[in-house]
T-cell receptor, first 114, second 113 residues
Framework: GEKVEQHESTLSVREGDSAVINCTYT??????FPWYKQEAGKSLHFVID?????DRKQSQRLIVLLDKKAKRFSLHITATQPEDSAIYFC?????????????FGIGTLLSVKP | DTTVKQNPRYKLARVGKPVNLICSQT?????MYWYQKKPNQAPKLLLF???????READTFEKFQSSRPNNSFCSLYIGSAGLEYSAMYLC????????????FGPGTRLTVL
């Protein structure tokens, strides 16, 4: 079946540095790529997304890049802060028999050390 | 209120017994989802309701049932729990046609013994 692979299971950076999380997907028809963040003891919540009609999107310190040819997308967090520490999940849309759904990656645990 | 609530937060069940998990939201979202999340695995979609229409994933079709008595509530039902059902169950909701983001609940951790 279709998959989303999240390449870094853990990532540790120093406060102020950048963090990059990479994902690849298999469904060439995927057109929507959201990122979700899960802080310790809390629910997943949406942070940023990108659609296939653009290759870059920025929201404050978050940048998402999309390379459709390589079927790869990435989340860049600039000037990291301790509150960025969390699990980050990437996802890609997939059209199933019952409609569009999201296929998630396994998550990347980001630790930002002071 | 943009929260999705789930009850109970923790559930202990015996093998072979039924399990019923509850999710609610007051955002008037037309679509509600149930995901299963096991350690070191990605959240996996089990089923979703669009309005009153239930859509179940093919590979889990016979294992899970659901009901949605009104727009705010959605349940996940396991008729006969097996050890493999031990997992975190995440409920999410969104409004189709609006922003694509899904709002997630805190999850119910189910342990089957």
């Amino acid at each position: 079946g279709e998959k989303v692979e999240q390449h870094e299971s853990t990532l540790s950076v120093r406060e102020g540095d950048s963090a990059v999380i990479n994902c690849t997907y298999t469904d060439t028809a995927s057109s929507y790529f959201p990122w979700y963040k899960q802080e310790a003891g809390k629910s997943l919540h949406f942070v940023i997304d990108i659609r296939s009609n653009v290759d870059r999107k920025q929201s404050q310190r978050l940048i998402v890049l999309l390379d459709k040819k390589a079927k790869r997308f990435s989340l860049h967090i600039t000037a990291t802060q301790p509150e960025d520490s969390a699990i980050y999940f990437c996802a890609a849309s997939m059209r199933g028999s019952s409609g569009n759904k999201l296929i998630f990656g396994i998550g990347t645990l980001l630790s930002v050390k002071p | 209120d943009t929260t999705v609530k789930q009850n109970p937060r923790y559930k202990l069940a015996r093998v072979g017994k039924p399990v019923n998990l509850i999710c609610s939201q007051t955002m008037n979202h037309d679509t509600m989802y149930w995901y299963q999340k096991k350690p070191n695995q990605a959240p996996k979609l089990l089923l979703f309701y669009y309005d009153k229409i239930l859509n179940r994933e093919a590979d889990t079709f016979e294992k899970f049932q659901s009901s949605r008595p009104n727009n705010s509530f959605c349940s996940l039902y396991i008729g006969s729990a097996g050890l493999e059902y031990s997992a975190m169950y995440l409920c999410a909701s969104r409004r189709l046609g609006g922003r694509k983001e899904q709002y997630f609940g805190p999850g119910t951790r189910l342990t089957v013994l």
